[in-house]
């Protein structure tokens, strides 16, 4: 069993490019599949991005496309989410959602674990 937890979150400016952090402990992750959600105030949780397991595939969610970046950091068991030009609708709990041998996959149904999330506010 694999447990995550998030890291990098806190207030941000408008504009701003903070880099949240997914990390492992009791498995290696290299072998899972891992996604980004995040959940504004009021609303449900959103699909951000993910990672196959292979490293072979990554999927964006339309907004975030060409200012998110999501890559696994072998040498700290994690999976990072880059994100720069962050805009004031960005501001949400992140979680990270890990499945083994797992794809890409955008729904949160398809991850078996998950981090306690990190609160990411990007003031304006």
């Known amino acids: 069993q694999v447990q995550l937890v998030e890291s990098g979150g806190g207030l941000v400016q408008a504009g701003g490019s903070p880099r949240l952090s997914c990390a492992a402990s009791?498995?290696?992750?290299?072998?899972?599949?891992v996604g980004w959600f995040r959940q504004a105030p009021g609303k449900g949780r959103e699909f951000v991005t993910a990672l196959d397991w292979s490293d072979q595939r990554t999927r964006y969610v339309d907004p975030v496309k060409g200012r998110f970046t999501i890559s696994r950091v072998n040498a700290k068991n994690a999976v990072d989410l880059q994100m720069d030009s962050l805009k004031p609708e960005g501001t949400a709990v992140y979680y990270c959602?890990?499945?083994?041998?797992?794809?890409?996959?955008?729904?949160?149904?398809?991850?078996?674990?998950w981090g306690q999330g990190t609160q990411v506010t990007v003031s304006a």
């Open positions: 959602a890990a499945r083994e041998w797992g794809s890409a996959d955008l729904s949160p149904d398809e991850y078996k674990y």
């Open positions: 009791g498995r290696p992750l290299n072998t899972y599949a």
